[in-house]
């Protein structure tokens, strides 16, 4: 059986039409296609590029008002360490709450000191802001008039004295009137009869006192001891 080789016309067209189509497929494939993603990569760039470009704009034209920001957390600051303490450890709390019994000749019995907490009580505050504020202005709007509150740290420290009556009420004045870094909290007077070192009986007062210790600074700048 013989094989008739010879074309058509309408295969030559067919042959022609195929060609095109493998063209058209390998211009797609290996031109047209990379084209497309690498102007995608542009485009996603130039996005990129804009977004950066406005937030430097944003951080140049909002230079002066940052400055500000910062210097009035600066002015801040330095009212928040206005009749508050340094930050302190727990020893250094303690040398001074003790400090301040043996001033006024108390023995101090007891004496449990909390962790510091990032800010300040808000019947504190709101004791503080009084003169500024409505009867019926809530705390958070308190607070808003207190702007050092941010950078204050309260410290708990719970003591029992045991003296004279006289004594414990002199420490408590001293305390009201020349220590602003503390707040006597609650305070549970009692007295109780006791034998002296000459095996006398004697009474003494038993004074059990919740105080706050007001300190300012970063508390992750501390640890307790």
Known sequence: MKIDMELKPGDVVLLKVLACVLILFFMARFLIFPGMEKHQELVAKKDDLTIEKQEMQYTISSKA???????TQKENL??????????????EVDSLITGLALK????PVYLNIEDPVAGVPAAYQLSEAS??????SSTEESQSTLPYVQYVNTTTVTITLQGQEAQIRELLDDIAKNYPGIQVRSFDMQSGIYVDSSLQKTE???CNCVLAVY???ELSNTKGE
């Open 65 to 71: 008002s940052t400055e500000k920001e910062i210097a």
């Open 78 to 91: 330095e009212k928040a360490q206005e009749g508050f303490y340094d930050l302190m450890e727990n020893r």
């Open 104 to 107: 006024h000749d108390l023995f």
């Open 131 to 136: 003169d500024d504020s409505s009867e019926d």
């Open 204 to 206: 003494q007062m038993n």
């Open 215 to 217: 300190t300012c600074g």
